[in-house]
């Protein structure tokens, strides 16, 4: 019993140990992937910064592009809402729009998240697979949670949309208005939060224009 005890023990503070390492270097790569770029972030320096070996590192993650897919995702699920929470809250639909709407306009317009997607622009046309992960982790992954949502909003008699995945996307290319724009190149005035949340309202407001009522306008997914 003792001997099973001690095992126990000693598999806990190796998953433990695994994990601070893993951790390490996925904030290791984080911080050099923003400031450095993909290009100029090689394994060795992520390694380094993580006071771990690179064959650590490579046990950890397959490989650069792994790591550069785990960070766009971590940085996305730092704040996003989950279905079941916003479907758990029995609010009104425009208020579970709104809601949804403020998490992810304050994530698309982040410190890490702009340094990641201008980071992708500059890198795009010499690393089109850097930008296809990144959609997929990132902005692929906002429009099918969005999607799922709506269709709890269908269920449960909000809406009669036949495409959701296309009534979310624009609802997040509603959300990005130019206020996005305006952050990706780093123009001023930065939008404070009164006026984040002013457009988030109207933004919801279009939204239900488009697609509440008795006849819904039809839209369809063409990607």
Same mark, same amino acid.
């Given at each position: 019993m003792k001997k099973k005890i001690q095992t126990t023990i000693k598999k806990v503070a190796r998953r433990s140990r695994d994990e601070m390492k893993h951790e390490a270097i996925l904030k290791a790569?984080?911080?050099l992937f923003l400031k450095?770029?993909?290009?100029?972030?090689?394994?060795?320096?992520?390694?380094?910064?993580?006071?771990?070996?690179?064959?650590?590192?490579? !046990?950890? /993650?397959?490989?650069?592009?792994?790591?550069?897919?785990?960070?766009?995702?971590? %940085?996305?699920?730092?704040?996003? $809402?989950?279905?079941?929470?916003?479907?758990?809250?029995?609010?009104?639909?425009?208020?579970?729009?709104?809601?949804?709407?403020?998490?992810f306009l304050d994530m698309m317009t982040s410190k890490d998240v702009l340094a990641a997607t201008r980071l992708v622009?500059?890198?795009?046309n010499q690393h089109p697979k850097l930008a296809e992960l990144y959609y997929e982790a990132g902005t692929h992954k906002l429009i099918e949670m969005l999607s799922q949502f709506l269709e709890l909003l269908n269920k449960r008699g909000d809406f009669?949309?036949?495409?959701?995945?296309?009534?979310? !996307?624009? /609802?997040?290319?509603?959300l990005?208005?130019?206020?996005?724009?305006?952050?990706? %190149?780093?123009?001023?005035?930065? $939008?404070?939060?009164?006026?984040?949340?002013?457009?988030?309202r109207e933004s919801v407001?279009?939204?239900?224009?488009?697609?509440?009522?008795?006849?819904?306008l039809e839209t369809k997914s063409i990607f």
């Amino acid at each position: 019993m003792k001997k099973k005890i001690q095992t126990t023990i000693k598999k806990v503070a190796r998953r433990s140990r695994d994990e601070m390492k893993h951790e390490a270097i996925l904030k290791a790569a984080t911080r050099l992937f923003l400031k450095n770029g993909y290009t100029n972030t090689s394994m060795d320096a992520i390694a380094d910064m993580a006071r771990v070996t690179k064959q650590t590192v490579y !046990s950890h /993650y397959n490989n650069k592009d792994a790591l550069f897919t785990k960070m766009v995702t971590s %940085l996305c699920e730092r704040q996003e $809402p989950t279905v079941a929470t916003l479907e758990a809250s029995g609010q009104d639909a425009e208020t579970l729009l709104y809601k949804i709407g403020i998490v992810f306009l304050d994530m698309m317009t982040s410190k890490d998240v702009l340094a990641a997607t201008r980071l992708v622009i500059a890198e795009a046309n010499q690393h089109p697979k850097l930008a296809e992960l990144y959609y997929e982790a990132g902005t692929h992954k906002l429009i099918e949670m969005l999607s799922q949502f709506l269709e709890l909003l269908n269920k449960r008699g909000d809406f009669s949309i036949k495409d959701t995945g296309s009534a979310a !996307s624009y /609802y997040l290319a509603i959300l990005k208005g130019r206020f996005y724009l305006r952050m990706i %190149l780093a123009l001023k005035p930065v $939008p404070d939060k009164e006026d984040k949340e002013f457009h988030v309202r109207e933004s919801v407001q279009i939204f239900m224009r488009m697609y509440a009522g008795a006849t819904p306008l039809e839209t369809k997914s063409i990607f």
